[in-house]
């Protein structure tokens, strides 16, 4: 998984609790993203980082707010978790932005009850 | 289970037959595509890209072909084993595609029967 760890891996929390995932990397690129995947959907984008502390949003980002105080760790926290964000969510990192392959870790499983 | 592949279009081939995975994309204006693979309870995993300046790459017991004409890409895995078993969904890098610079297809699961 290309130095990319998350955690936790496997979580269940409750509705209008608050969680923070966390994305570890080891190879110091530059880019980070966060995405989710559900059933009959591809993989859709939450936020990425372009460097400590720049950030922006993807296509799904309504209720998902992210920090990036290191280069190697990037933090998804869902501010009051609802069952709609029951998913599996994936990190993922490049060097450069646009025409780079994006490296993914090994996900973690949420699910909002 | 693994409930991200329910509802995926299967392709079911032999082991030791070639497969071939195809992907339609809509954009003309992508010019960078990629092939990802996916097996249950994993991350998406590289297999191979290609430009738009290339209609063709290879890898290992891999080929990519990319038909700017029609908009459609295909993976082709030779000699397919049991190993191959997995999702399969490309990537496209849209330009000027502002905040998400890749859009994924939703995939195609391969079978393989031992």
């Known amino acids: 998984d290309a130095g990319i760890t998350q955690s936790p891996r496997h979580k269940v929390t409750e509705t209008g609790t608050p969680v923070t995932l966390r994305c570890h990397q080891t190879e110091n690129h530059r880019y980070m993203y966060w995405y989710r995947q559900d059933p009959g959907h591809g993989l859709r984008l939450i936020h990425y980082s372009y460097g400590v502390k720049d950030t922006d949003k993807g296509e799904v980002s309504d209720g998902y707010s992210v920090s990036r105080s290191k280069t190697e760790d990037f933090l998804l926290t869902l501010e009051s978790a609802t069952s709609s964000q029951t998913s599996v969510y994936f990190c993922?990192?490049?060097?450069?932005?646009?025409?780079?392959?994006?490296?993914f870790g090994p996900g973690t499983r949420l699910l909002v009850l | 289970g693994e409930s991200v592949g329910l509802h995926l279009p299967t392709l079911s081939v032999q082991e030791g037959d070639n497969s071939i995975i195809n992907c339609a994309y809509s954009?003309?204006?992508?010019?960078?595509f990629i092939w990802y693979k996916q097996e249950s309870g994993k991350g998406p995993q590289f297999i191979i890209d290609?430009?738009?300046?290339?209609d063709k790459r290879q890898g290992q017991r891999v080929t990519v072909l990319l038909n700017k004409t029609v908009k459609h890409l295909s993976l082709q895995i030779a000699a397919t084993q049991p190993g191959d078993s997995a999702v399969y969904f490309c990537a496209e890098n849209v330009r000027n595609s502002g905040n998400t610079p890749l859009v994924f297809g939703k995939g195609t699961r391969l079978s393989v029967i031992a």
């Open positions: 993922a990192i490049s060097e450069r932005r646009t025409q780079e392959t994006q490296y």
């Open positions: 954009n003309s204006a992508s010019d960078y």
């Open positions: 290609i430009r738009s300046n290339m």
